[in-house]
């Protein structure tokens, strides 16, 4: 790896050893038997990362997260990578040990892409993100986290939303996070915990218009054009769910599109970013991350915040870089050089 002379500008060229960690896809050790697609799909990712980085002309080495973390390290430090594209999403099927990975890498010095374990860490925990969403001014949805119905003290209004508290990909979620009764949050409440085994989050439904917020850099990032997802049936809940995410043969999947760029007046648009980008200030964010939204009367409400979001072909962060005139290697080249910026 050839530097410049000035050491926050590191040059890129052929030599340098890139490696690409992810987690091989194995069962979840809590929830549904489909949750597996969810941890499937960063073989796509993986894929896509390896045509980007033969694109720009750097040969890469996998390293695939199984079920021996010695073998790992002993692998790593044996090639010893100059950087690493992080694309980790938890390890041994636990997406609660996705902070685990980052802090590895730190350990051993290998500079890396994508958020800190710190950002992943809060990222995790939904009530914790809301908490300081609220510290910080950015409006969110009002909450309660909640390990038991007789916890509930009702001072949120019906309809709500209720979703584990420490999952992601839109594991746990379905129509019937949708309540409006005590006895249906009950039954979501009992759901979760058997099931995922920790409290739930519950909020204020918005049904409002749901925006995706991807945004790319760190001194100064910028916000890439914003998709929105179009629910093409009328009545609630209008929600991205597991079957809409991954389930391509349902009606969820099939009514539930993306459009990018969102049809947005200057103004609204205008405070989407604002929030969006205080947000991923906020939670320490950097390199990049999508912000999920929801307008409601044209004012934005902050649903949650995902550092090292999806970013294979189809999913909404690449529509975002397309629609931006960005490429997937010019993404991926920018994404190695925050990381070998930081390691000077």
């Known amino acids: 790896m050839i530097m410049s002379k000035r050491k926050e500008k590191p040059i890129i060229t052929s030599n340098l050893k890139v490696g690409v960690l992810f ?34 002309g750097l040969v890469c080495r996998l390293f695939p997260l199984k079920d021996d973390i010695e073998a790992l390290v002993n692998e790593l430090k044996s090639h010893k990578p100059d950087v690493v594209v992080n694309l980790s999403e938890g390890a041994f099927g636990d997406s609660h040990q996705e902070m685990n990975v980052p802090s590895l890498l730190e350990l051993l010095r290998i500079p890396y892409t994508g958020s800190s374990p710190l950002a992943l ?22 909450y309660q986290v909640l390990g038991d119905f007789y916890d509930w003290k009702a001072e949120i209004d019906f309809p709500l939303f209720v979703k584990p508290l420490r999952e992601d990909a839109s594991i746990g979620i379905s129509s019937k996070s949708y309540v409006t009764t005590d006895a249906e949050l009950k039954r979501q409440l009992e759901y979760i915990y058997a099931q995922y085994g920790q409290p739930a989050l519950v909020e204020e439904y918005i049904g409002g218009r749901e925006l995706n917020v991807s945004i790319l850099g760190n ?51 205008k405070r989407v970013e604002y929030f969006a980008m205080k947000a991923y200030a906020a939670v320490y964010c950097r390199d990049y991350a999508r912000v999920d939204i929801r307008l409601k009367d044209d004012l934005p409400f902050v649903l949650e915040v995902n550092p090292n979001p999806d970013i294979s072909p189809e999913v909404g962060f690449a529509r975002s870089l397309r629609v931006a005139g960005i490429t997937f290697e010019e993404f991926i080249r920018q994404l190695i050089f925050y990381a070998l910026q930081r390691s000077t």
């Open 23 to 56: 987690n091989q896809p194995a069962k979840p050790p809590r929830g549904e038997e489909i949750d597996y697609l969810a941890e499937a799909e960063v073989e796509e990712q993986v894929e896509a990362v390896q045509e980007a980085l033969k694109m720009l």
């Open 219 to 269: 001194e100064r990032p910028r916000v890439l054009p914003i998709s929105e997802i179009l629910f093409e049936f009328d009545e609630e809940p209008k929600i991205v769910d597991y079957s809409a995410k991954w389930l391509k043969e349902t009606e969820e999947y099939k009514k539930t599109k993306p459009v990018c760029p969102a049809d947005l007046g200057e103004a609204v648009r």
């Open 121 to 142: 860490g809060i990222c995790q925990n939904k009530g914790l993100t809301k908490d300081i969403l609220r510290a910080n001014g950015i409006p969110t949805p009002d």
